[in-house]
T-cell receptor, first 109, second 114 residues
Framework: GQNIDQPTEMTATEGAIVQINCTYQTSGFNGLFWYQQHAGEAPTFLSYNVLDGLEEKGRFSSFLSRSKGYSYLLLKELQMKDSASYLC??????????WGAGTKLIIKP | ETGVTQTPRHLVMGMTNKKSLKCEQHLGHNAMYWYKQSAKKPLELMFV???????ENNSVPSRFSPECPNSSHLFLHLHTLQPEDSALYLC?????????????FGQGTRLTVV
């Protein structure tokens, strides 16, 4: 089967750094997405990784290792507004999106 | 504002009711999707429309019936639902299906079946 694993919940402190991991087993790989979803709101696109390595976008960075079936989302200088769920999704070789259940990130002052 | 609008935001319906969810996008996208999101579960893709043609139906029960009259509008018709169908129903759009492009989501309809 195909599956995406990510932690259910994480807690971090305002101003700190947090890393949200995502491991995947899929039928092939075309790319990996990260989305942010605030409670009661639409998921919004954060990043898309196709090649191995780190992609930085402001306070957020996303890393991919295709050989290990592994990605992480790194959030720096955490702000209270970063409290949200973070969804990892992998496109398999058929361009089907396989979704993780999401990681709920709680930021404490 | 994500460019994808869903109505209603909340819906409570009995198991014998018939209701419809509406989704509208004015992003010029050609692919539209219905997803089901249940608590602590992965997003479940229900239906895909690409250039107004339904291209995927992921074993969704017939009590859910999609309709795509044009590339900007998508409906999900509901009838004789079950309590386990209670969930957040998300609509999304993307420029084209299966081309590795990001999806833009609506805020969803929170459906409760009583």
């Amino acid at each position: 089967g195909q599956n995406i694993d990510q932690p259910t919940e994480m807690t971090a402190t305002e101003g700190a750094i947090v890393q949200i991991n995502c491991t995947y087993q899929t039928s092939g790989f075309n790319g990996l997405f990260w989305y942010q979803q605030h409670a009661g709101e639409a998921p919004t696109f954060l990043s898309y990784n196709v090649l191995d390595g780190l992609e930085e976008k402001g306070r957020f960075s996303s890393f991919l290792s295709r050989s290990k079936g592994y990605s992480y989302l790194l959030l720096k200088e955490l702000q209270m507004k970063d409290s949200a769920s973070y969804l990892c999704a992998v496109e398999n070789s058929n361009y089907q999106l396989i979704w993780g259940a999401g990681t709920k990130l709680i930021i404490k002052p | 504002e994500t460019g994808v609008t869903q109505t209603p935001r909340h819906l409570v319906m009995g198991m014998t009711n018939k209701k419809s969810l509406k989704c509208e996008q004015h992003l010029g996208h050609n692919a539209m999707y219905w997803y089901k999101q249940s608590a602590k579960k992965p997003l479940e893709l229900m239906f895909v429309y690409n250039f107004k043609e339904q291209t995927e139906n992921n074993s969704v029960p017939s009590r859910f019936s999609p309709e795509c009259p044009n590339s900007s509008h998508l409906f999900l018709h509901l009838h004789t639902l079950q309590p386990e169908d209670s969930a957040l129903y998300l609509c999304a759009s993307s420029p084209r299906h299966r081309e590795g492009t990001e999806a833009f989501f609506g805020q969803g309809t929170r459906l409760t079946v009583v």
